[in-house]
């Protein structure tokens, strides 16, 4: 018998909400970012509903950690990448979002690759952390990193991924 693994649900209001508390704790931190990076695809939405808390620019970057089949490959690897990045984050404090931390393995790799480009300083938003051991690390040069709720490990499912928008706000309710 094979057990279906736990899924929780979020409505758009409970991320909207999450964010909002999330844009508190890093106001409260004093690290003021000047611009965000967005990881697509799962940090979009995220990041765009900062923007209405922090009021800074959006850049966004692609990665892709599985192949066509779901399998993850050797390491992430960019299928989008910022123009121009050095002078886009050269000397600039950013704030790196996205949607979960899981494995950790596409925030390390992104992380470092932003940090190849000398920013000033930078920070980590990710909607929630999932409570588990980590493959990947936050490098020692990440300044924060803030996170809206910590969950256990289940399946999180996001309402930008619902089919059926209504059951998707009556299970986040259950
Ligand atoms: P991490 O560094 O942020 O922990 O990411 P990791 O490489 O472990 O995650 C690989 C992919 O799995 C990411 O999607 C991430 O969004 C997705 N993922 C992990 N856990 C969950 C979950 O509980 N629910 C959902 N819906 N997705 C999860 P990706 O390859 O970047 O694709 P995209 O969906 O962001 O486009
Ligand atoms: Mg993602």
Known sequence: MSEEPKKIYFSYNDIHQTIKDMAGQIKSSGYDPQLMVAIGTG???PARIL???LDKPIFTVGISYYDSENNPKDSPQKIQWIDEVEKKLQGKRILLVDEVDDSRVTLEYCLRE????????IAVAVLHNKRKEKRGEIPREVEHYFYGLELEDAWICYPWDADDILEQDRLSRS
């Open 51 to 53: 923007k209405t808390f």
């Open 43 to 45: 940090g979009f939405i």
């Open 114 to 121: 932003l940090l190849k480009h000398q920013p000033a300083e």
